[in-house]
């Protein structure tokens, strides 16, 4: 089991800057990928950025050049630092972790998917993003 804990989410103005962190505990060896993952109020979690073991990593179109998805292997700590911030970034963010490649292909596939197979196998309980204009 991986248990993952989201922080560093919070209030900031269009423009601004937050960066959000996940600690893994547990069997964190077994980890392939790490992503993070967002879902505003009415509308389905959509895949955001995801990392794998070799350090590779993808974004979701609406974030590109704006988030950088990032790991600190020996602290076991996921970070997603979120420039440029938009009203439309809203939303809660969760971070999750599977061990299975190909489900991290599938995950990475789908991102900028809103409602798409982002079967990962552990999730944290997220963190509240806020972005005013």
């Known amino acids: 089991q991986v248990q993952l804990v989201e922080s560093g989410g919070g209030s900031v103005q269009s423009g601004g800057s937050l960066r959000l962190s996940c600690a893994a505990s547990?069997?964190?060896?077994?980890?392939?990928?790490m992503g993070w993952f967002r879902q505003a109020p009415g509308k389905e979690r959509e895949g955001v950025a995801a990392?794998?073991?070799?350090?590779?990593?993808s974004y979701a179109d609406s974030v590109k050049g704006r988030f950088t998805i990032s790991q600190d292997n020996a602290k076991n700590t996921l970070y997603l630092q979120m420039n440029s911030l938009k009203p439309e970034d809203t939303a809660m963010y969760y971070c999750?972790?599977?061990?299975?490649?190909?489900?991290?292909?599938?995950?990475?596939?789908?991102?900028?998917?809103?409602?798409?197979?982002?079967?990962?196998?552990?999730w944290g309980k997220g963190t509240l993003v806020t972005i005013s204009s």
């Open positions: 999750a972790a599977d061990p299975d490649p190909d489900r991290c292909m599938t995950t990475v596939q789908a991102l900028g998917v809103m409602g798409g197979h982002y079967g990962m196998d552990y």
């Open positions: 547990g069997y964190t060896y077994s980890i392939y990928c």
């Open positions: 990392i794998d073991s070799d350090g590779s990593t």
